[in-house]
């Protein structure tokens, strides 16, 4: 049976654009081009798509994808290759889920969580940030933060509850704020974020740029989503918000400073 490009689309939950774009590069031709131009689809095609999105999901670039599809003609093979894959992914995230939740265990104060397990937890966190630091910033940024663990080296499991205690109180603060309409990036809400941007020097000296860019990390990294919508669900993407209307508006990011940001403001 053969379907059009829409019920293609429909189906497989992407857009038209996608799957023209996928037919333009090569990827993924129609079945047939009938006189009127219209593209027709056929089980061929749909079982080359479902393989095309599993690699997606598991962030294989577009080119790769093509040179593996062109390399794999047994359809079973292929699929019990991309099943392994999947498992892999899905042993991975389970791993750390069990290291994000140790972690907010432990900064929430669970005394059921020992010593060993919450700095586990934390170094696991720390590793896992440190590398998506350097990976979107560049490696000087990921030095920056390993200089500012180790001067935190000789902390207390006591120092670390108490940091987070006062970083889940200004959340509180931040919910609060939204919930009575506060915009993020009002003055009323660029104050709350400026206490959150004086925290966060603390522990890593971020630059205009890095700091813009710790919004969509705040929202994307596992870890830290999990510790911020500990206190509340929606607050990620208000924080996130008024994480980068603050670069700009206070600390004068423009997309291409890379000026390091002073103590002061």
């Not at 359809?75 to 939740?101: K, N, P, S, Y």
């Not at 603390?202 to 870890?223: C, I, K, M, R, S």
Request: net charge negative.
């Amino acid at each position: 049976m053969e379907r059009t490009v829409s019920e293609v689309a429909r189906l497989a939950g992407v857009s038209v654009r996608t799957l023209r774009h996928y037919d333009a590069i090569g990827l993924l031709p129609p079945g047939r081009v009938a006189a009127n131009g219209y593209r027709y689809y056929g089980r061929p095609e749909l079982l080359r798509l479902q393989r095309i999105l599993l690699l997606r999901e598991l962030g294989v670039p577009l080119p790769s994808i093509a040179r593996i599809l062109d390399e794999q003609d047994d359809e079973v093979t292929a699929l019990e290759g991309h099943r392994e894959q999947l498992l892999q992914e899905r042993r991975r995230l389970d791993d750390m889920l069990g290291a994000v939740e140790r972690t907010i265990a432990g900064l929430s104060g669970d005394e059921t969580v020992t010593d060993e397990e919450f700095f586990t937890g934390l170094n696991d966190a720390r590793a896992r940030l440190g590398g998506e630091l350097a990976e979107r910033y560049g490696d000087a940024a990921a030095e920056g933060f390993e200089k500012a663990v180790r001067e935190t080296d000789g902390w207390t499991r006591e120092d670390y509850e108490r940091l987070g205690d006062e970083g889940r109180r200004l959340l509180l603060r931040m919910a609060s704020a939204r919930d009575r309409g506060v915009r993020p990036d009002s003055a009323a809400g660029l104050e709350l974020i400026e206490q959150h941007y004086l925290g966060v020097l603390e522990v890593w000296p971020a630059t205009p740029g890095t700091y813009h860019g710790l919004g969509d990390l705040l929202v994307e990294n596992a870890d830290q989503r999990a510790i911020i919508e500990l206190v509340d669900a929606d607050l990620p993407e208000w924080l996130a918000a008024g994480v980068r209307a603050y670069a700009v508006q206070r600390l004068g990011y423009c997309g291409n400073t890379e000026e390091t940001v002073r103590r002061h403001v």
